[in-house]
């Protein structure tokens, strides 16, 4: 069974550009996360998907982040315009959600230097 | 609110000895799970062991085993026969029943030394 795939693996952009980072999550999978790791920090988490309903999005800084997820499946999180404080690591990780507190498989993130 | 607290930074074991990694959480829920998650340095996290509040029996995997004190609001996880492969990142983290918001710690860095 293929894991969560996320891409790019690095990306390097000037301040004020754009970026966008794909996942696909583990076939079957209703649930989808996108964290934000800072260095030396543990995940938090940005936004979750229950298929293509975003239903916590409390921590998503809605003015330049925005996600979506067409079809309940792939997503894509942006970020417009990039500022210097969003260097991190963006995590991708799903699960069946069948229940609370299904185990959550994550992909192996992309890491954004913000330059 | 939820919260996880890790208090060893860093830690550090000779290869085939036993460490323990300590965590504490705090909820105000009754229904809860607990996880260990590892991630070594290429960044992806994987998960170690889980736990769900209401079973009193500490979970286990192979050489990896937990110390669950619920009145403590402990979750200390235990590795035995140290290995070098398990060097890295360790984040203890807490999802509420219901929630499938994952609460994490600051994580501790296992350094396993030959």
């Known amino acids: 069974e293929a894991g969560v795939v996320q891409s790019p693996r690095y990306k390097i952009i000037e301040k004020k550009q754009p970026v966008a980072f794909w996942c696909n999550p583990i076939s079957g999978h209703n649930t989808l996360y996108w964290y934000l790791q800072n260095l030396g920090q543990g995940p938090e988490l940005l936004i979750r998907y229950e298929n293509e309903e975003a239903v916590d999005d409390s921590q998503l800084p809605k003015d330049r982040f925005s996600a979506e997820r067409l079809k309940g499946v792939d997503s894509t999180l942006k970020i417009q315009p990039a500022e210097l404080g969003d260097s991190a690591v963006y995590l991708c990780?799903?699960?069946?959600?069948?229940?609370?507190?299904?185990?959550?498989?994550f992909g192996p993130g992309t890491r954004l230097t913000v330059l | 609110a939820q919260t996880v607290t890790q208090s060893q930074p860093e830690m550090s074991v000779q290869e085939a000895e036993t460490v323990t990694l300590s965590c504490t959480y705090d909820t105000s829920e009754s229904d809860y799970y607990l996880f260990w998650y590892k991630q070594p340095p290429s960044r992806q996290m994987i998960l170690v062991i889980r736990?769900?509040?209401?079973?009193?029996q500490n979970a286990t995997e192979n050489r990896f085993s937990v110390n669950f004190q619920k009145a403590a609001k402990s979750f200390s996880l235990k590795i035995s026969d140290s290995q070098l492969g398990d060097a890295a990142m360790y984040f203890c983290a807490s999802a509420q029943g219901g929630s499938e918001k994952l609460v994490f710690g600051k994580g501790t860095k296992l350094t396993v030394n030959p």
């Open positions: 990780a799903s699960s069946q959600n069948m229940r609370g507190g299904d185990t959550q498989y």
């Open positions: 736990q769900e509040a209401y079973k009193q």
